[in-house]
């Protein structure tokens, strides 16, 4: 039995798991902020990093509790390198050093994005995973399509050119004056909204597997703005306007918002499959919650469609630890003076290891 300590402290989670073999979990922490950043309508990176070295320790020491273990039992830290707010990302890799070098323990750096791969890994389901599938990660700073081949092993299809689906509907939610974060609220006002109420577009449909939200954000912007008085328009429309014209139905917006989105999201994913012969479609990060989202890929895909537990769809660190155990049974090891990476991209496992593979676990 291998044992991971997974941490996690990439944005507003701060989080601790230990996980068994990869995929059983025995503990799964999460201390959110979310609270304390509502009243800034949006994560506060320098409250974000205060906040997380404030409790990272109790978190941590919770997960072993609840796993029953000690660190004398772990074999290994796995913890969010990248990509990330880098203040944030610093306190849990730092802690997760101190504990590695204080307890001479493997350390292991996992991409965040395939952390929220292997929350599949850690999904029920009805027998072993036939590679290749699809995987449409979509979070608050993601919408990446990625072939995934292997453990490890990834090919990125497709990414946003500006926007990603979370951070539309975060600001589509600011400019309708629902309360952070955007994503559950726009879901919760979409469900008495009509769909077809607006014809928003659905940008670069048809075309490659690449995302864009920017110009769905702006249409809404236009849509629900009261017209400018006067001859002087602004210089600049702003998101955060949360004064709309007085004939506006927030939950008619909110639903034809939340349908253009998923519909982009949905055809692009099943054609990704479809184009390279993928035996499943998963779903992961934090808009993976969203039912429409869910519902309509499960009804248009020809294929099975995974979605992890509402549980582990926001940040967690027992997808990290997952994520974590894959690569430590292969010999990825990082050093001690391994680095934070913001804006690290989602690559495979013999791109990143910052150490050859111990002999013959390659
Ligand atoms: O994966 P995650 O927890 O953090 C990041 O790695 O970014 O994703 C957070 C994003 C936020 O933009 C949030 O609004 C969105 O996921 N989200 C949702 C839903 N729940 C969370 N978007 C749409 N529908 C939801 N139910
Ligand atoms: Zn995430």
């Given at each position: 039995m291998t044992l991971i300590l997974g941490i996690e402290t990439s944005c507003d989670e701060t989080a601790a798991a230990v996980v068994e073999d990869g995929e059983r979990i025995r503990s799964n922490v999460i201390a959110s902020q979310v609270d304390l950043h509502a009243q800034y309508g949006g994560v506060f990176p320098e409250v974000a990093s205060r906040a997380h070295i404030e409790v990272i320790s109790t978190v941590t020491e919770q997960a072993l509790t609840e796993a029953g273990v000690t660190l004398d039992v772990i074999d290994a830290v796995a913890v969010t390198r990248g990509p990330g707010l880098s203040g944030s990302l610093l306190v849990g890799v730092n802690f997760a050093k101190g504990l590695a070098l204080g307890r001479d323990l493997p350390l292991i750096g996992v991409n965040h994005l395939e952390g929220h791969v292997y929350s599949l890994w850690l999904t029920e389901r009805g027998g072993p995973v036939q590679f290749p599938v699809v995987c449409l990660i979509v979070s608050g700073g993601h919408s990446e399509i990625v072939l995934i081949t292997g453990h490890g092993d990834y090919t990125m299809l497709g990414s946003t050119i500006d926007d990603a689906a979370g951070e539309a509907f975060d600001k589509v939610a600011r400019l309708l004056g629902l309360p952070y974060p955007g994503g559950p609220s726009i879901e919760r006002a979409a469900r008495?909204?009509?769909?077809?109420?607006y014809d928003f577009p659905r940008a670069m449909r048809g075309e490659g597997y690449q995302f864009s939200f920017s110009g769905l954000k702006t249409a809404v912007l236009r849509a629900v703005q009261p017209p400018h008085k006067g001859k002087r328009q602004p210089k600049q429309e702003s998101m955060h306007s949360t004064q709309l014209r007085p004939d506006v139905n927030v939950a008619d917006v909110a639903a034809s918002f939340q349908a253009a989105v998923v519909d982009v999201l949905v055809e692009k994913t099943i054609r990704a499959a479809q184009e390279h012969n993928t035996t499943e479609i998963w779903i992961a990060g934090g808009v993976s919650a969203n039912q429409a989202l869910r519902q309509q890929m499960t009804a248009l895909s020809p294929l099975p469609v995974c979605v992890p537990p509402l549980s582990l769809c926001g940040d967690n660190a027992a997808m990290i630890a997952s994520a974590g155990y894959f690569r430590f049974v292969r010999g990825y090891r990082d050093d001690l003076d391994m680095d934070v990476r913001p804006m690290w991209p989602l690559m495979s496992i013999h791109d990143t290891m910052t150490r050859p593979a111990a002999p013959g676990t390659a």
């Open positions: 008495d909204g009509d769909p077809a109420a």
